[in-house]
């Protein structure tokens, strides 16, 4: 199984950007569909976007489209999260998630693997 491990976050101002990693080990990653998702004080997880499995598919949640992008950097076996014109709404932890499956349409119940989230703070 692959392990996942997410950095990057911290505190910025709204506009500003920031650059989250979600390292893979045990298994490479591009292997499987990784996605990002996020918890905001007080509510449940919420999907903000993923990139496919052997393809290079993506879908982002409506808030963050135009905002926010998914890519891999497979010599470092990582996939990068780039959060572009952070909104104070953004605030919330950060994690990834693994799964085998092929497709470009997944659920949440669909990745098995998880980080242990990276926070993010927007200030206004």
């Known amino acids: 199984q692959v392990q996942l491990r997410e950095s990057g976050g911290g505190v910025v101002q709204a506009g500003e950007s920031l650059r989250l990693s979600c390292a893979a080990s045990g298994r490479t990653v591009s292997n499987y569909a990784v996605g990002w998702f996020r918890r905001a004080p007080g509510k449940e997880r919420v999907i903000v976007g993923y990139?496919?499995?052997?393809?290079?598919?993506?879908w982002y949640e409506d808030s963050v489209k135009g905002r926010f992008t998914i890519s891999r950097d497979n010599a470092k076996n990582t996939v990068i999260l780039q959060m572009n014109d952070l909104k104070p709404e953004d605030t919330a932890t950060y994690y990834c998630?693994?799964?085998?499956?092929?497709?470009?349409?997944?659920?949440?119940?669909?990745?098995?693997?998880w980080g242990q989230g990276t926070q993010v703070t927007v200030s206004s």
């Open positions: 998630a693994a799964t085998p499956k092929y497709g470009g349409s997944l659920s949440p119940a669909d990745f098995a693997s």
């Open positions: 990139i496919a499995r052997a393809t290079t598919s993506r």
